[in-house]
């Protein structure tokens, strides 16, 4: 699986919106992008994946470059609930398929 | 409702005593995993059960051991816990392809 670089922390304020950044420069036709999260002491939390198009749910929006080598994930209104460690994972969609995780982006929303 | 339940929430061995952790579902996935996350560390993956296919990460010690008697539950045995393996250990479940992963809560794990 292709790896991934994510800067080691970032903040932003109560209320406006993270924009998380991510680097999969080799990544594969058939990879995925999936963002996670981990809230102190909680086990992990998925939050959306895409292979090419732009992805939006309730919690977050994706947006992957044309060229596939790099994403931004959104959370438009962060709260401080928010505050967690951010995941991104590059994986195929195989059936053993598996997640490994780097060292994520610690994101703190102040008040 | 919980979906994926870890018992017990924390577990405290002896240093070389066997122990169990357990995981279950609710979501009637076909694959359950078994990950280790170290103080200020990323989770890595120890193993996971396709089904009843048992798949092992190819650095996981032999002291690690796991058993999935039904779809619902999966274990986690520790043969013989070293101060080296206290860590929180997170289960989780998933369809399996490009489906995601539910993790639970995960069990602290403090040998002594």
């Known amino acids: 699986d292709a790896k991934t670089t994510q800067p080691p922390s970032m903040d932003c304020a109560e209320g406006r919106a993270a924009n998380l950044p991510c680097n999969h420069s080799?990544?594969?036709?058939?990879?995925?992008v999936y963002w996670y999260r981990q809230i102190h002491s909680q086990g992990p939390q998925y939050i959306i994946h895409g292979l090419k198009n732009n992805e939006t749910n309730e919690m977050a929006s994706l947006i992957i470059t044309e060229d596939r080598k790099s994403s931004t994930l959104i959370l438009p209104h962060a709260t401080l609930r928010d505050t967690a460690v951010y995941y991104c994972?590059?994986?195929?969609?195989?059936?053993?398929?598996?997640?490994?995780f780097g060292k994520g982006i610690t994101l703190s929303v102040r008040p | 409702d919980a979906m994926v339940i870890q018992n017990p929430r924390y577990q405290v061995t002896q240093f070389g005593k066997p122990v169990t952790l357990s995981c279950s579902q609710t979501l009637n996935h076909n694959v359950m995993y078994w990950y280790q996350q170290k103080s200020s560390q990323a989770p890595k993956l120890l193993f996971h059960?396709?089904?009843?296919?048992?798949?092992n990460e190819a650095d996981t010690p032999d002291n690690f051991q796991s058993r999935r008697p039904n779809t619902s539950f999966c274990f986690l045995d520790i043969r013989s816990p070293g101060l080296g393996d206290a860590a929180m250990y997170l289960c989780?479940?998933?369809?399996?392809?490009?489906?995601?992963?539910?993790f639970g809560p995960g069990t602290r794990l403090t040998v002594t």
């Open positions: 994972i590059v994986r195929t969609a195989g059936a053993n398929s598996k997640l490994t």
């Open positions: 080799t990544i594969s036709g058939n990879e995925y």
């Open positions: 989780a479940t998933s369809r399996g392809g490009v489906y995601e992963q539910y």
């Open positions: 059960y396709y089904d009843k296919d048992f798949n």
